[in-house]
């Protein structure tokens, strides 16, 4: 009885879509919160679909790091047109899969504090990575890296993992940039500051700065402005360090095993246009790919500026991660 | 359809095969989701286990935090399983038993943050503690945080299988014990300890096991990378480095050590003692209880019930807020209006799930306990297992090699999640039954035999008035494992439409904080709400077999 019951479910609940055939569909991989309900993801969908006779389909799937596994998975014989949502950090490793393609893409529209010349990957937003803090909590952040480290370790600070997080990776990156072979022992000095490591972004965020564990948290530098627009808060900060911050590009690409590849070059030309860019600052809470002019939101120009922007090729990171990763394991171990 | 003398379905093939069949089909998915991986890499390199400093101190650290968390676990749960059986009515035990059956399902996320506002630095529970002895200093994070987790996730499992095993006892035996009166150690000789004996093994590995695999709790409260457990290193391997040569030698490791410790204990036999079964427990509490027992009863009830709910209570006050908003039906984007579909859409997967995971325990069971051939129980015990000692990120990704799925793609993925989920609770369906369904003693097997009650007949009027409760109560933790569960369906991808585990994650990735907690809350609701109903449909109904061994009805007790 139950068992039919549920087997009803099953079939009125998860009917196929049917409607006018448009002639191609799109299948974009993406992680969650791109394509959430609230997130960037529909309003785009909408966007490119009028003015294409396309369906745009989105994959979701757990992180950067998935799309690219699912991808190496599947290989020669994958389902996806586009992949949206690699970053500076996973790059290189996708360019060496060999499943991308040109992407022949007009980049002249670009707004980025680096200058962006790839072939393969198109970015659509990017964000510095910075520690945000309580300030009810801490009223006197450090002013930079040399003044959270020689901090008295009552100072507690929230980071996540590099080896299963992307902004976990970024501090690792953004240390090696301050501080360069003297890493490893700055990371020693740092380590009785660390209250937990956390495996994602969303763990630390939700059980543990958002309970008040900490009054830092590794995070971006954009994070505020959710807080300011959505929430009305002024509460949560992100804090300026004197030796900059280290940049995070998110990007997306065309995979070469694609059969509606002009369709896919359209959608990635979509990306640098407003109709695209503009659903990304409140929505991604990340900073927009391209100059959208009076459409960025007030609250963007009330976040910190960086006084420079530090990042590694994306080629040096896919060289040196795992080496630097070993480091911070025996720093942190000691 | 003429009428046959035989029963239906009484042809001894229909006990064996359906059951080893799907035995077979479980481990092979997961020997073939190893193997995909083995495939897949390049040479194996063995000698990095003991070469490499950070492999060896991760397997060290990990055998020791479960180690640390079955012995505290266990030296909890035994005597709240006690203190439970002895207290068959006070006000609340329902309920208690419940939020027992709720720990397995329960999110990380969500216990973790709970956990974190009672025992974390601004926690209740620490600013008490340091009001009232300033020089005590708790810190949460570390192995005291994996430990006190997992004890919380695991030690009302434990005690809710023993407890179940308890009311098992015999009657007759529980009655003698009752009117001579025996004295608290003596109870426990002659009564507690023949029950649990049993499925003490069992219940050890199944915690062992549990905390061995643990990852994201471990992550979380362990401090820092000095807390890693074997899971972190396959899914770094897996994730960032593509290395499937180690994730494979690492699953290897892993299911070297569960696995042979579920062999010492499955090897050992599980004795099913040989009693009547006249299994009807009392509603009355036993007799030579004195007054200073019912106290420590009281008081012991008392601090573990404070110890499960106040960290739900830190979720609930945390998830009321946003919970009205999240259910309006209005579709503003900024309210989670997609709370009720996705919940529609994860009972569509978790339904199913659940009741695929009931039969297939049942017809592994039944195959079992065919008997005769050795090998077929063999597998069938590994089946039983299997599941629970491979990483899922490890059957994932064999399994998508084998497969490749479309799954994103098109709404039939999610027969395949739900398939997957199926399987990831069958070890624990196959304990709760496991006890029920062999406990029928020989006597009663030979006169159902005498008088040809077979097939059908036997599982309608035998089997099933006595299996109903464990039944409602496996199907409840199929139920709500896959309803809890993110793990499977965010590995393999689904479209845009989000169960309520896919929900949470988009919204906590999105900053809505105050939307994720009423989710989180709204989880725990629905399967609170499940347990419930599940237990509903378990209560026992007043027709009984009349075989002319019946006699006179004793009232079933009320609970489990």
Redesign the interface.
Known sequence: M??R???L??VT????TVTAQPSQEL?V?T???F?????P?PGIKQAFEAQCDCRI??????SG??IL??L???GE?S?ADVVLGLDTGTMD?ARKTGLLAPHQVDLSALELPISWSDNLFVPYDWGYFSFVYDTEQLPEPPQSFDELINAPDDL?IIIQ?P??STPGLGLLLWMRSVYGEEAPEKWQKL?DK???????????????F?????PMILSYST?PA??MA??KTDRYQAARFDEGHYLQVEVAALVGSSAHKELGREFLQFILTKDFQRHIPL?N?MYPAIDLGPELPEVFSRLIEPAKTLYFEPATVAEN??AWL?E??DA??R | MGRSIRAPLSRPGWQIWPGTLLALGVVGLAASGAFALLWQAPALDVSELWSNRYLRSVLVFTVWQATLSVILSLLLAIPIARALDRRRRFPGRTILLRLMELSLVIPTVVAVSGLVAIYGRQGWLTSLLQELAPSLSWNLYGLNGIVLAHVFFNAPLAARILLQALESAPQAQRRIASQLGLGPLWQWRALEWPAIRSVLPGVAALVFTLCFTSFAIVMTLGGGPAATTLEVAIYQSLRFEFDFGRAALLALVQLLICGSLWWLVLSRGISSALVPDRKLADNHGRKGNTRARLLADSLLLGIFTLFLVLPLLAVVSRGLPGLADSLSLSSSPMSGSGLLQATLRSLAIALPAGAAAVITSLLVLAAKKSGGNQLRSRLCEVAAYLPLIIPPLVLGTGLFLLLRPKLGITNEGLVLVALINAIMALPFVLQLLRGPFHDFDPATIHQADQLGIRGWYRWRWLYWPRMRRPLALGMAYGTGLSLGDFGVIALFGSPGKPTIPVLLYQQLGSYQMEAAAATGLWLILLLLALFGFFNLLGRPYSLIARSHRTRAEFPEPNHA
Request: charged share 25%; proline share 3%; with cysteine.
């Open positions: 139950l068992i019951t549920a087997c479910l099953l609940l998860l009917p196929l299948n991989y992680h969650p919160s394509a959430a309900e609230w997130g993801g389909h989105y994959v979701v799937l757990d790091g998935d596994q699912r190496r998975l599947e014989e389902m490793t507690k993992d080896r299963t380590k660390i209250l937990t490591t956390t495996k994602s972004w969303s763990d630390g965020y939700f059980s543990l958002m309970n008040n564990e900490a994070s959710y807080h959505i929430d929505k809470v991660r795992k070993d911070w394991l942190m171990t």
